[in-house]
């Protein structure tokens, strides 16, 4: 049953909403676009204006033979008003797209009201509405009482505020002659790579983090952390042994070098079956950056590491997508809500609006009964969908856009020019979809 003349309701002006209202319009369909600023504000915002920038004017690299100008490009090959927007707003940055933030906002709003089928609605929406094609694109700050209706509808154990994430980096740049696999007592397979630190190693790395510079929270994200969760340095602030004794213990794991128990031990777990990323297990952190790289480069093997993810503590409203989701971003239980932006399980501003640009297309899909087709997974886009749909439910995390989470190459490829194959592969693969897309525009 085709419902093109159907109204869709996007709930959010922010990059993802914009974008998936943008991508309907383009196609005809008629669109209410519910955005509660100026009316109300979250405690981030503070421009009346859509697609408000709030944390950096930078958009990152946008170079094709990284992940996130890869992802650029083929949005900006999929006719994506945030991209556009932003070619056009912006200023000099070497090899990164950063805009002027205020004339990239004014810009996606004046070209989204010179559309004669959007509805602009100011004010506040507190719940999901019951009927019709619904996009939720709400980001990382839903307010409260539009997040007790996600709530309901996704069930409450789903729906997470805060992010307590540990850094995950490239498997090829972990030492192996400083690591070894093992699980603790020898229990199944060796799925964890061990790195061990001596007293004199472990101690002059609890001092670096103790003494560390953390990243100032917003008055809005003062934490109060569980237990289990508490950032590394937190920890480590309790007393020199505490990380030996907490997420560094090194009991059951016996150094085949040396033959004994090390004094701490810091483990990295698989986030894919391939081994292209291994997380830092136990240690989100609210250190910088460039701490991060600093300090947990002491950590023996990872003298050279390469971080495809750095930890954090922050809130963040998100769902357990691979739980929630379908690949078209649906609701399982309710094929007519879409869910786009942060909210999905997407770090970054150029990951949310790359959601709301699939979102949109598939909303568009569905309103003319045509098949819902998500993007493919050697595709930035689809790798994406991918991380979403795949990932372990049980511990998911959201994650920006990295190499790590495409299919790897065919064959033994220098890493200086990987970048580049993946996205000639991730763009032949984008031209044929486009084409199955075209059908059933």
């Known amino acids: 049953m085709t419902l093109q003349n159907e109204v869709v309701t996007v709930i959010g002006g922010g990059l993802a909403g914009c974008e998936a209202a ?9 669109v209410r676009l519910c955005e509660m600023k100026p009316l109300g504000f979250s405690p981030a915002h503070k421009s009346p204006l859509l697609a408000e920038l709030v944390c950096s004017n930078s958009l990152r690299s946008n170079t094709p033979d990284n992940a996130v100008g890869l992802l650029k490009e083929e949005m900006r090959r999929l006719d994506s008003l945030i991209m556009a927007a932003a070619d056009a707003t912006a200023v000099p940055a070497g090899k990164a797209l950063a805009v002027d933030r205020t004339a990239f906002s004014r810009l996606v709003e004046e070209r989204l009201a010179a559309q004669p089928n959007l509805e602009l609605i100011r004010g506040e929406v507190t719940e999901i509405p019951a009927e019709g094609i619904v996009i939720c694109a709400t980001g990382p700050l839903t307010s409260d009482p539009l997040a007790r209706s996600i ?8 729906l997470y505020f805060y992010d307590a994430i540990s850094p995950i980096v490239e498997g090829e740049s972990i030492d192996p002659e400083r690591v070894f696999a093992a699980s603790r007592y020898g229990h199944g397979e060796a799925d964890y790579l061990n790195c061990p630190m001596d007293r004199e190693t472990y101690e002059r790395f609890w001092q670096a983090l103790t003494e560390a510079q953390e990243v100032p929270l917003h008055s809005f994200e003062a934490l109060k952390c569980f237990e ?25 794991l016996t150094d085949p070098r040396t033959g004994r128990q090390p004094h701490a031990v810091v483990q990295l777990r698989r ?11 136990g240690f989100q952190t609210k250190l910088t950056w460039p701490e991060q790289r600093r300090i947990f480069r002491m950590i ?30 649906q609701l399982r239980s309710r094929p007519d809500l879409f869910f786009a932006g942060q909210i999905t399980g997407v770090e970054g501003y150029v990951e949310s609006a790359a959601m709301g640009l699939l979102a949109g297309v598939n909303a568009s899909r569905l309103c003319r009964g045509r098949e819902l087709l998500p993007p493919p997974p050697a595709t930035a886009l689809g790798a994406l969908v991918g991380h979403i749909q795949h990932a372990d439910r049980k511990s998911f995390q959201p994650m920006n856009v990295t190499f ?34 075209a059908e059933g525009d």
Not at 152 to 157: A, I, M, N, S
Not at 230 to 251: C, D, F, N
Not at 407 to 435: F, M, N, S, T, V
Request: aromatic share 8%; with cysteine.
């Open 22 to 30: 943008w991508q309907l319009l383009r196609r005809d369909h008629r």
């Open 151 to 158: 709530g309901t509808l996704t069930g409450g154990e789903y």
């Open 228 to 252: 289990g969760c508490l950032p590394v340095e937190v920890i480590a602030r309790r007393g020199i042994e505490t990380l030996s004794h907490g997420p560094m213990k090194p009991v059951g």
């Open 271 to 281: 986030e894919d079956k391939a081994g292209v990323l291994y997380n830092i297990v």
């Open 300 to 329: 023996p093997g990872l003298e050279q590491a390469a971080f495809a993810r750095y930890g954090s503590v922050h809130r963040n409203t998100f769902l357990n997508a691979p739980a929630l989701l379908t690949a078209a971003l």
């Open 404 to 437: 790590g989470l495409f299919p790897p190459l065919a064959g033994r490829i220098r890493k200086k020019d990987r970048g580049l194959q993946y996205a000639h592969r991730a763009l032949e693969l984008l031209a044929a979809w486009q084409e199955r897309l």
